[in-house]
């Protein structure tokens, strides 16, 4: 369900940027009559597209791990254009119209921020060198889960946040695991660039351990 409103969110997020150019584009051009014929023709595919804007954002939020403070001044940022876009192509104010799409568009820009802030954490420590390879790798396993996975599936493995699996109930083998933790799927990052070889084939042979708690 995550992964569908993800997708539902940054096509929504397009449309919206996209009408949002349009209408100032034609305010900043003084193309006011093709304005209001522009806005005219829209006004039922606008409020569709604002009111999914709004509530596919507010789901995310509320289903989504690692929220750093950018995303918080990104909320306020979009909710502070929608007065001044508002306000701006009722008066036909060229500032007010530019200002609220440049907080639509940095709104945009704090959201990757957020992305790449949430993945910004510490390398996992090396394990202790007196230990069997066995016992190292487990060790290994668990500490890379508990820094990169925890937020997100949680302890035991069925948290379900930002669109993550259930590991408990999880069919997939332990190549297929790799090669998802190595390149990503929808909102799961690729950890390819953050974790070699054998830390991925760690932390998925830990996983594999949840399915037998």
Not at 47 to 52: A, E, H, K
Not at 54 to 70: D, E, H, K, Q, W
Not at 177 to 196: H, Q, R
Request: a positive charge; charged letters at 15%; hydrophobic letters at 45%.
């Amino acid at each position: 369900m995550y992964t569908g409103f993800l997708h539902t969110h940054k096509l929504v997020v397009i449309l919206f940027l996209l009408i949002y150019v349009i209408k100032t584009a034609l305010l900043l051009f003084d193309k006011t009559e093709l304005l209001e014929k522009f806005t005219k023709k829209i006004k039922v595919p606008e409020i569709v597209i604002s009111t999914l804007f709004l509530l596919t954002g507010v789901y995310m939020l509320f289903n989504t791990a690692n929220i750093t403070i950018f995303m918080y001044v990104k909320i306020f940022l979009v909710f502070a254009s929608i007065p001044l876009a508002v306000v701006g192509f009722k008066k036909k104010n060229k500032l007010l119209a530019a200002l609220s799409l440049t907080l639509i568009v940095l709104s945009y820009g704090l959201a990757e921020i957020n992305k790449k802030q949430a993945l910004k954490q510490m390398t996992p420590s090396a394990p202790s060198a007196t230990k069997t390879e066995a016992a190292q790798t487990a060790i290994s396993g668990k500490t890379i889960y508990t820094q990169y996975c925890i937020s997100c599936h949680g302890e035991a493995g069925d948290l379900g946040l930002s669109g993550a699996k259930n590991l408990k109930i999880s069919t997939l083998s332990l190549n297929e695991k790799i090669d998802l933790i190595t390149n990503g799927k929808n909102a799961m990052a690729a950890y390819s660039s953050i974790l070699d070889s054998t830390q991925i084939k760690a932390v998925a042979e830990y996983t594999e351990t949840l399915q037998r708690k």
